[in-house]
């Protein structure tokens, strides 16, 4: 079923982890899809050769997320391709750990930019667009869609992780604001909250028995999270079917948020 057919999306950090199976899950949706990278433009390459193979429609464009020149010139791109955007998705993100007295500026603002500023300059440039050209029937019945790569972090503080969880929170209110000043115009923004998620940014967490063991005592439901359910979640939060879903962030998080230290009765 190609619940997305005809539309355009553009996916941030789109070449690895989370964001790839996500770009794959809307291409096989029947989207047109931008893979947008900053590095490795192989990877990138190698994923547009393959939706074309299966039938689907991608560009891969690069940009840094954090430059506002870049992204301008990357929707302009887009546009020149594809004609106009349906489907965002903030998905590049960064950690950059530390003990909070040991932080330094640079590891805050570098996720800061990219995690929270990234997401506001694509999201105005979408925005833009889609009040430019409003509701096109055959397509969708909203005017546009918005989606955030949160985090089960946006509820959960994080320790050493203060710089990320922070871009999470901000993230959380980020995208309820924005949905509250949008909806009027029939465009829809919204957030998805991955758990442990098995991409290269967590790789510690599960690349060995011992540190995957400690993982699942955190996940009720017993597995590591993988890109593909955060794909899945992606398509429907994209599509009409979701139609009614305004400012919410969707957990997909496996229990992640059930205070699962509490199963044993605390
Ligand atoms: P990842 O490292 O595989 O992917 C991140 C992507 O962002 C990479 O492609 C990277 O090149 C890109 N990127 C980084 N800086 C960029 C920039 N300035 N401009 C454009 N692209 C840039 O990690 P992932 O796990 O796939 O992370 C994707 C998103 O999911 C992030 O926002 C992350 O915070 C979020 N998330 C991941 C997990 C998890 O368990 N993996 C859990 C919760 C949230």
Same mark, same amino acid.
């Given at each position: 079923m190609q619940q997305l057919k005809g539309q355009s999306a553009l996916v941030t950090g789109? *070449?690895?982890g989370i964001g790839k199976a996500v770009a794959e899950s809307l291409a096989s949706a029947g989207a047109n899809v931008v893979i947008n990278y900053v590095s490795d433009p192989d990877s990138a390459q190698q994923m547009v050769t393959n939706i074309k193979a299966a039938g689907g429609n991608a560009i891969a464009i690069k940009a840094d997320v954090s430059k506002e020149d870049q992204v301008h010139d990357m929707f302009q791109k887009m546009f020149d391709t594809f @004609? &106009? %955007? +349906?489907i965002l998705v903030n998905n590049a993100g960064i950690q950059k750990d530390s003990p909070f007295v040991d932080m330094t500026l640079d590891q805050w603002m570098a996720v800061i930019n990219v995690n929270l500023t990234g997401y506001f300059l694509c999201a105005r440039e979408a925005a833009r667009e889609f009040l430019r050209r409003g509701i096109v029937k055959d397509r969708s019945v909203a005017a546009g869609k918005i989606i955030c790569m949160s985090s089960v972090h946006e509820r959960i503080p994080w320790a050493g992780h203060v710089n990320y969880a922070s871009s999470k929170g901000g993230i959380m209110m980020f995208s309820k604001s924005l949905s509250q000043e949008l909806a009027p115009h029939h465009i829809r923004v919204n957030a998805i909250g991955p758990g442990a %998620?098995? &991409?290269? %940014? *967590?790789k510690s967490a599960w690349d060995t028995q011992e540190s995957l063991d400690r993982l699942l005592t955190l996940i009720p439901y017993g597995r590591i999270g993988e890109p593909e359910d955060i794909g899945k979640a992606a398509v429907w939060l994209a599509? +009409?079917?979701? +139609?009614?879903? *305004? @400012?919410?962030t969707l957990f997909v998080d496996g229990g992640m948020l059930l205070y699962p230290g509490f199963s044993t009765n605390g």
């Open positions: 789109a *070449n690895s @004609g &106009t %955007i +349906d %998620i098995r &991409t290269p %940014i *967590n599509s +009409d079917e979701s +139609d009614y879903v *305004n @400012g919410i």
